[in-house]
Nanobody, 121 residues
C-alpha cells in the first residue's frame, strides 16, 4: 500500500506562485505514474497534470504554460510548480499514484488527502 502526503497549498494572490509536493511511502514494487488532480466546490475532480516514471508528462489545457510537473524518483516525490495563478485555480489539489504492489502484479491506485489552494483576486 502506498501512502501519499501532499503539502504546499495555501492562500496566494492572483499572479503568484506555489509549489506543491507529494511524497509517497509504503510498500510497493514501482510507481508508474504520479499526478495531480483538483476539485473545486461544486465541480468534478479533474486532471491537472501527470508524469510517468520515464518523465513523460501531460497537462490539462487550462494549466499549460503555467504549471510544471516534475518528479524525483529517488525520493518518490512529485512536485507541481504553479505560476501565474488565477482565481479559477482555487481548489483542493489531490495527488494520485499508479503503482505495482509486486513484480507483475496488477496496477493499483492511491490518493492523497488533498491540499487547499486558494487564489484571491
Amino acid at each position: 500500500q502506498v501512502q501519499l502526503v501532499e503539502s504546499g497549498g495555501e492562500l496566494v494572490q492572483a499572479g503568484g506562485s506555489l509549489r506543491l509536493s507529494c511524497a509517497a511511502s509504503g510498500s510497493f514494487f514501482s510507481i508508474n505514474v504520479m499526478g495531480w488532480y483538483r476539485q473545486a466546490p461544486g465541480k468534478q475532480r479533474e486532471l491537472v497534470a501527470y508524469i510517468t516514471s520515464g518523465g513523460s508528462t501531460r497537462y490539462a489545457d487550462s494549466v499549460k504554460g503555467r504549471f510544471t510537473i516534475s518528479r524525483d524518483n529517488a525520493k518518490n516525490t512529485v512536485y507541481l510548480q504553479m505560476n501565474s495563478l488565477k482565481p479559477e485555480d482555487t481548489a483542493v489539489y489531490y495527488c494520485k499514484a499508479e503503482y505495482l504492489r509486486a513484480y507483475r502484479s496488477s496496477v493499483t491506485y492511491s490518493w492523497g488527502q488533498g491540499t487547499q489552494v486558494t487564489v484571491s483576486s
